[in-house]
């Protein structure tokens, strides 16, 4: 097609151009996953993860969390030091690890599915789960409406704090969220289809 040599009836120029488009839109995808794809994953590696290290501290984060329609990685939050995530032999069974920070963890899957693992400990953990949910934008401007430190124990305290509403996950891309006064139990779930 891009050396215009196809010589089929009925595929001219503009056919041609639409096969490379399709192809070329293809090989950008190659690696995101389709949510539905890699929830269970996730999900079941969360809680994996708060049994193996008995905290609740372990969290989806980032896009997952947002359930957009496509996501590059699963991405976690914990409370648990880099190095004991790696001492840990029965981690094993849920994940390989590629590489590792102070702050970051990069694995995968058994799978063979992408995780990025974000690491603070539990004094800021509710900060760090609302930092790395939501896009910057979003993020940025609740916490342009915060004035001195945040010490908080959950995410709703964050947006108390800015004189928000609570701003669920999945909205957190600095579109409607800002408009949107409707409660929770009026966003459409499973239940609704």
Request: glycine share 4%; aromatic share 6%; net charge positive.
């Amino acid at each position: 097609c891009k050396a215009g040599t196809l010589n089929v009836p009925g595929f001219g120029e503009r056919s041609q151009q639409n096969i490379i488009t399709a192809i070329e839109g293809l090989n950008e995808q190659k690696s995101l996953f389709h949510y539905a794809s890699v929830a269970d994953s996730g999900n079941q590696l969360v809680k994996a993860l708060q049994t193996l290290f008995k905290t609740q501290l372990v969290s989806l984060c980032g896009a997952v969390r947002r359930q957009t329609t496509t996501v590059e990685v699963i991405e976690l939050i914990m409370a648990v030091t880099p190095a004991k995530l790696k001492k840990t032999a029965a981690l094993k069974r849920w994940l390989v690890i590629d590489a590792q920070t102070t702050d970051i963890t990069n694995a995968h899957t058994l799978d063979e599915l992408p995780v990025t693992i974000y690491h603070t400990n539990k004094d800021n953990f509710h900060e760090q789960l609302f930092r790395t949910t939501g896009i910057e934008a979003h993020v940025n401007k609740v916490l342009k409406k915060i004035k001195g430190a945040l010490n908080v124990s959950s995410e709703a305290a964050i947006y108390e704090k800015a004189k928000l509403p609570y701003i669920e996950p999945e909205m957190r891309e600095d579109m409607v969220e800002w408009t949107f006064h409707r409660r929770k139990e009026h966003l459409l779930t499973v239940n609704d289809i």
